[in-house]
């Protein structure tokens, strides 16, 4: 991981600290293409690991752990990432896996930001 990909980690995880109350506990980020992907461990809350111990709750908890979160991004513009990156942010792309609590996030731009920043 080189270090805008490093710091570019860094901010997903403020944002998602600041507009869900929670970051990931690990974030690693790798740059493809138009594509900044962000594998993420440590997702879950204390709370959100009980909901996801009941059935009927686990579905609710991977709906907001993936379409609320897509949702956030559509109302929070990622300014920071783009000021970053030098790169409009276009769209986002997420999952989770609840039982082992890892996550992916893959963003899309409008630049190819691995051709800008490979080392």
Known sequence: M???EAEFGNLVKAFRK???????????????KHWAICEMEGNLSPVEKFIA?????KQA???????MVKEMYRLHRPVEMEELL?????????DIDLDKDIGMSIFVFDEDI???FST
Not at 53 to 57: K, L, M, Q, V, Y
Request: charged share 35%; hydrophobic share 35%.
């Open 114 to 116: 691995e051709k800008k």
């Open 2 to 4: 080189n270090k805008v």
């Open 53 to 57: 111990s009941a059935a009927d709750g």
């Open 61 to 67: 908890l991977r709906s907001a752990r993936t379409e």
């Open 18 to 32: 600041r507009h869900m109350g929670k970051g990931p506990r690990e974030i690693r980020t790798t740059f493809c």
């Open 86 to 94: 030098g790169a409009n942010f276009v769209d986002l792309f997420v």
